[in-house]
C-alpha cells in the first residue's frame, strides 16, 4: 500500500493526511527516501545552495519551553552584535563565495526598524539574496524590511497544533504566527516555515497537518528539526529518541508535496547523527546553511545542546562543508538559488 501511495504522491505531489500519517509512521523509511531523493533531482538538481547564517543576537523576549536563550534562561551569557559587526561577518561570507546572507536572532527589541533597514541596505549593496529570522512583527515593520532588500523570511510555525504550540509558547498566539506568514507572503516575501519535530504532546498526525499547512500557503522553503532537550529550559528532562528518524521522514514528506521548493538540511540533525546533513540531502534536501558568526559568540546562541562546529572558523566550515557535498556526488550551486530558478532554467 505504501509503495502505491509514495508512486502517486511522486507523480501528483497530493496526499491526503491519512496517506501522510502512513508515510510517516513507516519503520523503514528507505523507499520514502529513495522517492523524495528523485523528486528533489527532477525538480531542483544535484546543486546544493549554501546560505551563510549569521546569528547577531540571543537576546529574546519571549519564553518559549523549548528554546536554550528563551527569556527565563538566567544562566545564558546574552550577546548583541553591533549593525557594524553584522555588515564586517556579512562582508568575509561573501568573501568565502557565499550568495546568500540568513539573519538569525531572538527577539531582540533593540533592533528597531531603522536599525535594521540599514543593516539590510548596507548588506544588499553586496550583491546577495538575504533572509531574515527575526521572529513575529507587524505587517508594517515587515514592508519596510521588504522595501530596504530583503528577500526571504523565516518564520516556524513550529507546530500547527494551536493548543500545543500556546502551551510551548506562552504569551503568544498561535493565529499572530500565521497572520505573520500570510503578511509576508502578500508582501512579496520567498517565505519559510518549518516544523520542531518531537515535541511532547505532539502526535504524528499533527506532523500531516503541519505538512498540508506548508503545502496550503504555500512556502518556498521547510525547515524541519528535531526537538532537542535543551538543560536550562522546562523541557530538560524530555526524550529525544527517534526524533531523527522522524525528521528525516518529515523531509522526504514535504519534498513529496512540495517539489520545486528549498529544504535544509538542518545543523540540528547532524547534532543527533554524524551523517545527519548528508542523510538529509540524500532524502530530499538542497540547502545547507553553514555557520559564519565569530566563534566567540557561536557557544552563546544555544537554542539546543551539542550545536557542531562551534568553533570552527567560518572559512573552515566552508570547505568542510563543500567537501561533504561532494562525497555524495552533488556540488555546491554557484548562485543566490531563489525558488524555482531550476525550473526556469529547464524551461
Same mark, same amino acid.
Given at each position: 500500500?505504501? $509503495? ?17 500519517? /502512513? ?21 531542483? &538538481? ?27 534562561? #538566567?544562566?545564558?551569557? /546574552?550577546?548583541?552584535? #553591533? ?24 527577539? $531582540? ?11 539590510? /541596505?548596507?548588506?544588499? %549593496? ?22 530596504? &532588500? ?8 513550529? #507546530? ?22 500570510? $503578511? ?9 516555515? &518549518? ?13 500531516? $497537518? ?5 503545502? %496550503? ?5 521547510? &525547515? ?12 530538560? !528532562? ?56 565569530? #566563534? ?10 551539542? %550545536? ?14 563543500? !567537501? ?22 529547464? !524551461?
Amino acid at each position: 500500500m505504501s $509503495d502505491e501511495i509514495l508512486q502517486r504522491a511522486t507523480q501528483t505531489h497530493t496526499l491526503s493526511k491519512a496517506e501522510i500519517v /502512513r508515510l510517516l509512521s513507516l519503520e523503514n523509511a528507505e523507499k520514502l527516501f529513495v522517492a523524495a531523493d528523485k523528486v528533489r533531482r527532477q525538480f531542483v &538538481g544535484d546543486g546544493v545552495y549554501l546560505r551563510a547564517l549569521i546569528e547577531f543576537s540571543n537576546y529574546c523576549k519571549n519564553n518559549c519551553l523549548y528554546c536554550g536563550i528563551r527569556a527565563g534562561n #538566567t544562566h545564558v551569557k /546574552r550577546y548583541r552584535l #553591533t549593525p557594524q559587526q553584522i555588515i564586517k561577518t556579512a562582508q568575509q561570507a561573501v568573501s568565502y563565495g557565499y550568495k546568500t546572507i540568513v539573519l538569525q536572532s531572538g527577539e $531582540d527589541v533593540w533592533f528597531d526598524t531603522d536599525k535594521l533597514c540599514e543593516i539590510i /541596505r548596507e548588506i544588499k %549593496k553586496l550583491d546577495v539574496a538575504l533572509t531574515l529570522s527575526i521572529g513575529e512583527k507587524s505587517r508594517e515593520e515587515y514592508a519596510a524590511y521588504r522595501a530596504a &532588500g530583503a528577500d526571504r523570511y523565516l518564520l516556524r510555525i513550529e #507546530t500547527t497544533d494551536k493548543n500545543l504550540y500556546e502551551k510551548l509558547d506562552p504569551q503568544m498566539s498561535w493565529e499572530n504566527r500565521v497572520r505573520c506568514l500570510y $503578511d509576508l507572503k502578500e508582501l512579496g516575501y520567498e517565505v519559510g516555515s &518549518g516544523s520542531l519535530v518531537g515535541l511532547p504532546g505532539q502526535t504524528v498526525e499533527s506532523l500531516a $497537518d503541519d505538512l498540508l499547512f506548508f503545502q %496550503k500557503l504555500p512556502v518556498d522553503m521547510a &525547515g524541519i528539526g528535531p526537538f532537542i532537550p535543551h538543560p536550562q529550559t522546562p523541557l530538560a !528532562n524530555e526524550k529525544s529518541d527517534g526524533h531523527f528518524e522522524l525528521a528525516l521522514k518529515m523531509m522526504a514528506v514535504m519534498r513529496l508535496l512540495l517539489p520545486d521548493i528549498n529544504i535544509p538540511a538542518t545543523t540540528a540533525m547532524e547534532t543527533l547523527h554524524p551523517q545527519g546533513r548528508l542523510l538529509a540531502l540524500k532524502s530530499g534536501a538542497n540547502v545547507v546553511m553553514p555557520n559564519t558568526t565569530d #566563534t566567540e559568540f557561536r557557544p552563546m546562541y544555544e537554542l539546543y545542546p551539542g %550545536k557542531i562546529c562551534l568553533g570552527d572558523c567560518a572559512e573552515k566550515c566552508r570547505g568542510c562543508v563543500e !567537501n561533504k557535498i561532494n562525497s555524495i556526488g552533488r556540488f555546491v550551486a554557484h548562485k543566490k538559488g531563489f525558488h524555482g530558478d531550476y525550473l526556469k532554467e529547464k !524551461n
